[in-house]
C-alpha cells in the first residue's frame, strides 16, 4: 500500500527541481531516510540499523535491518566483559542487533567480508506516531537545505571573479542583502562604494569575490569596490579586453573618487589606450557611470619604468624624470603651473600613480616646491582572491635601465600620444558631466 500521495508528491518534486535546483534523486533519498528514522523511533530497538527504500513510482517504502559484518578482533563478546580489559584494548561491545559475525554472515552470503553490511527485511508498517512523523519531517528539511547548498555551491562556485546582477533585498547594519534568484548574497559595508545610496528592489551589478560554506548555510560575499570589478566592467564593453589581445598589467582604486588601470597591447595595430576610452570616450564613460562617477585614468603600461611614471602621472605634463634604483625612487620635474595637476586633488593623483608603478615619487616643481609621495603598504587594495597579483605591477617587470626623458620645446609631437590626450580630455569632460547629473538627481 502506497504511503504517500504519489500526485502530490511528484508535483512537489518538479517545484524543488525548478524553483530550488533540487534533483528528484536527492528528495527521493530525504524521504527514505525520514522514513527510516521514523520507523527506528517508533518501532526499532536500540542499536538497530534500519535502512529504508522508497519506490517513487509506485510510493511504497520498503524497510530492512543492517548488521556489520564483525569477527573478535572488532567486536568484545558478553562472555569476556567479566575478564580484566586491557588498556589498549579499543574493540565495541557486541550488540545482536547491530552485528553479525563473519561465520554466520557466510552462512547467508558465501563472499561476505568484514565490515559489508548484511541485511534483513522488517515488517512494513504504516502506523506513524506523531513524534516519528515529526522526526522524518525534520530529517527531509535537513536533506531538502543540503541539497539546495550543494546546488548554490556548484552554481555560483564556478562564477567566482564574475560580475552578477540581483535586486536589493534588505538592509542590515550596513550590509546590503541582494537577491540573485536562487540564493541570497551579502554586498558588505567596506565592500560598497562610499557615498552611494540603494532604494530596495534596485537593480544592483557587483563582483562575486567568494563563495563560503559555513555553519549557517552558503555565505556569498560580493563587492564592487574591489580593483577586479573595475576590470569586469572594461571586458563587458571592450571586446579586445575580452578576446586578450589588450592586457591589464596594474590597477589601482579609491573607490567613487579615482582609478588608474594601466594597459598594454600584444598587437602593434591595436593602441589599448584608445580601445579602453573608445570613440569620443564611449566606453570608459559607461563604465564610470556604472561606478557612481568615478573617474578613470586609462594609461600605457611600459617596461621602462620612466615612461611608466611619466604615464602614470598623467593628466600633468612632465619635464623630465630622475630615477634612483637604489631606493626605488623617481624624481619628476614639472611647470609650476602643472604641480597642483600632478600632485592632485588631496595628493590622490601622485599617491594613485606611487601606488600603481611601484616606485616612490618625488614631485619638483620649477619654483623649486617639492612634494613627496610613497606606495604606503597600508593603501593598497587588500587581496581577496588567489589571482589579485595579476592586477598589481611587481618592480622585477621593470629592470631595464632606465632612461632621462626631457620634454623640451623642440621636441617631435606623437600623433597618437596627441589623440590620446583629445580623448582623455573628451573623457574627463564627460566624466564631470555624470558627476553633476548625479548631483542634480540626488537634488
Sequence with gaps: MALFDLKVLNSALDDLQQEKGISRESVVDAIATAMAAAYRREYGKRGQIIRATFNAETGDVE??????VVDDTLVRKEEEEGEERDETDTRSRFNPEQHIMLEDARRMKRDAQLDDEIS?????????GRIAAQAAKQVIMQKIREAERSSVIAEFGEREGDIVTGHVQRFERGNLYIDLGRTTAVLPYDEQIPNERYRQGERVRALLLRVDEGVRGTFIRLSRSHPKFLTKLFEA??????????????IVREPGSRAKIAVVSTDDHIDPVGALVGQRGVRVAVVTSE?????????EWSEDPAAYVKEALKPAQIISIELNHNESRAEVLVDEEQQSLAIGRGGQNVRL???????????RSTGGDVTKEEPAAEVEETPTTEDESAFEVSKEEMTHDATEMTDTDGRNIDPVSQDRDIASETVEEQQEEVSTDKEKDAE
Design 291 to 299: 561606478l557612481a562617477g568615478e573617474k578613470i585614468d586609462v594609461i
Design 237 to 250: 564593453e571592450v571586446p579586445e579586453m575580452a578576446s586578450g589581445v589588450v592586457e591589464v598589467k596594474g
Design 120 to 128: 534483513f527485511p522488517l515488517e512494513t508498517q504504516e502506523d506513524f
Design 353 to 363: 600613480a606611487a601606488r600603481l608603478t611601484g616606485w616612490k615619487i618625488d614631485i
Design 63 to 68: 524497510f530492512r535491518q543492517a548488521k556489520i
